[in-house]
């Protein structure tokens, strides 16, 4: 069991460059949900979207931000894809929140704010199941 943990390089804990590339998938979760948040503006701005669809362009965002995101850090780190994928997901959502309550005074968890968690956290899980390693076939 020894050998084989130092054939993959790794052992049980979590290592500060698993940590890192979790920060990594965070970040890049943000800056994709900014670029849908964005996208979707301009789409209203242009009349190709209607203005009720707003809070359906914030989920959507934070889906495909949390996705993004999770299917990075799942593939620099490599092993535990489903609670990878959901703590990316998380980082997300603590990080959407951060910048909300230091720009907007009324930003919290009673606006929407369960709605967007939950939109971080499924967007991560499904990074979690699509972003796992398929074990190879072996040949007879």
């Known amino acids: 069991m020894k050998k084989q943990e130092?054939?993959?390089?790794?052992?049980?804990g979590c290592t500060a460059k698993d940590l890192c590339a979790l920060l990594k998938g965070g970040l890049l979760a943000a800056a994709a949900a900014i670029?849908?948040?964005?996208?979707?503006?301009?789409?209203?701005?242009?009349g190709v979207l209607r203005e009720h669809l707003m809070?359906?362009?914030?989920?959507?965002?934070?889906?495909?931000g949390a996705l993004t995101g999770g299917l990075y850090a799942i593939k620099g780190i490599g092993r535990a894809a489903?609670?990878?994928?959901?703590?990316?997901?998380?980082?997300?959502?603590?990080?959407?929140?951060?910048?909300?309550?230091?720009?907007y005074d009324g930003a919290?968890?009673?606006?929407?704010?369960?709605?967007?968690?939950?939109?971080?956290?499924?967007?991560?899980?499904?990074?979690g199941i699509f972003g796992k390693k398929r074990p190879k076939k072996r040949r007879k």
């Not at 130092?6 to 049980?12: A, K, T, V």
């Not at 670029?35 to 301009?42: D, Q, R």
């Not at 809070?55 to 495909?64: A, I, N, P, W």
């Not at 703590?87 to 990080?95: D, N, P, V």
Request: proline share 1%; with cysteine.
């Open 6 to 12: 130092e054939r993959q390089g790794r052992g049980r």
């Open 35 to 46: 670029f849908v948040l964005l996208l979707c503006s301009v789409l209203i701005s242009m």
């Open 55 to 64: 809070d359906g362009c914030v989920l959507l965002s934070c889906v495909l």
């Open 82 to 103: 489903l609670p990878v994928g959901l703590a990316a997901g998380g980082m997300l959502f603590l990080l959407l929140l951060t910048v909300g309550l230091f720009l």
């Open 108 to 127: 919290g968890i009673e606006q929407s704010g369960l709605q967007v968690l939950c939109g971080c956290l499924c967007g991560g899980a499904v990074a």
